[in-house]
């Protein structure tokens, strides 16, 4: 049984694909799935640093674009200051609401990202190198 082979994707591609991965599920009202958008990036990417660093910006660039978004069209403003006066801060801290959630966007890419990464090395396998005496990847 062969296992099969991952192309090897440019790392733009793979930041797109998990950008474009959260968005989707952003306007799919699934925000709990950001977590596979993540798992994608890591799927594609070289290595277990990159997959972790694409997989949290592409999760947390996408979620605040949707709160952007948000913040226009909606009264999301009062909403955050009342979110944090019910906490006991300032009503000046509404900007903190925000910044958390960007935050935990970014640390639900990255664990998804180091899944992937690990599931795909895991399942797939790793291409030789070219010539005998070459440095492994």
């Known amino acids: 049984m062969t296992r099969p082979?991952?192309?090897?994707?440019?790392?733009?591609?793979?930041f797109f694909l998990a950008f474009a991965a959260a968005l989707l599920l952003l306007l799919a009202r699934t925000w709990q799935l950001a977590f596979l958008?993540?798992?994608?990036?890591?799927?594609?990417?070289?290595?277990?640093s990159r997959a972790v660093l694409f997989g949290g910006l592409g999760v947390a660039l996408a979620w605040a674009a949707y709160l952007a978004y948000v913040y226009v069209v909606s009264p999301a403003a009062a909403l955050s200051?009342?979110?944090?006066?019910?906490?006991?801060?300032?009503?000046?801290?509404?900007?903190?609401?925000?910044?958390?959630?960007v935050l935990l966007g970014f640390l639900v890419g990255a664990v998804g990202g180091l899944?992937?990464?690990?599931?795909?090395r895991v399942f797939t396998w790793r291409l030789a190198p070219s010539e005998p005496g070459?440095?492994?990847?």
């Open 134 to 137: 070459a440095p492994k990847a």
């Open 5 to 14: 082979r991952l192309p090897e994707l440019r790392l733009r591609t793979v």
């Open 81 to 101: 200051a009342l979110v944090v006066e019910i906490l006991g801060l300032d009503a000046s801290m509404g900007f903190l609401v925000p910044v958390l959630t």
């Open 115 to 120: 899944v992937g990464y690990t599931g795909s």
């Open 37 to 48: 958008a993540g798992f994608l990036a890591g799927m594609f990417s070289p290595r277990a």
